[in-house]
């Protein structure tokens, strides 16, 4: 097994626990006893953590081609995966028995944790790259910055509409991002 290989199933196991997690707690919330208040936020940034979990894991794919030599190397790919399985944690709710439970109210409660999470795996992901590459690129530095931005005005914000508007461009910018980066393996392919 290559040095990539053990890095891909190690990292692969930690994003699959981090989806798991995040379907795991809507299939909990489906499931609860008590009557539970779905919202549209917590499903939507639910969907943003499952999205940049399979990104994340697509993305390290071109990583094949470097000779991983450092065990400081694995460590930096890996880490960012933590951050995941943190975020798809602090969104699924703990349901206690019989309880009620107002999905919208959670959120909100924990939207720190959930949005200081994600912003670090922004930039931990980044200096993985940037470490591992050494290829520095003015767009890569201004989407990660951005993005860092979004995430941590909203670990400070409670306003439902400054969640909605970011929700909607992080979500249409990380689907297109997707079908962009789906379009371009299945034309190397010739699919």
């Not at 779905?38 to 470097?66: E, N, R, T």
């Not at 019989?98 to 999905?103: K, R, S």
């Not at 409670?158 to 970011?166: N, P, Q």
């Amino acid at each position: 097994m290559s040095h990539f290989e053990f890095l891909m199933v190690l990292a692969g196991i930690v994003v699959a626990v981090a989806m798991t997690e995040t379907v795991g707690g809507l299939g909990r919330l489906i499931r609860a006893r008590g009557r539970v208040t779905f919202d549209w936020l917590h499903l939507g940034w639910s969907y943003v953590v499952l999205l940049f979990s399979m990104l994340y894991w697509h993305g390290m794919w071109p990583y094949q081609a470097i000779e991983f030599t450092y065990v400081g190397q694995i460590w930096l790919l890996v880490i960012p995966t933590l951050f995941l399985v943190i975020v798809a944690f602090a969104l699924s709710p703990e349901i206690q028995g019989d309880a009620d439970l107002i999905v919208r109210e959670y959120f909100l409660e924990k939207r720190r944790p959930i949005f200081a999470g994600l912003a670090t795996f922004i930039a931990m992901a980044w200096v993985a790259d940037f470490a591992i590459t050494r290829n520095l690129f003015v767009a890569d530095i201004a989407t990660t910055l951005g993005l860092i931005a979004v995430f941590l005005l909203l670990a400070h914000s409670s306003k439902i509409w400054v969640h909605t508007m970011l929700l909607v461009l992080v979500a249409s910018f990380l689907s297109a991002a997707g079908f962009q980066e789906v379009s371009v393996s299945l034309a190397r392919f010739d699919v």
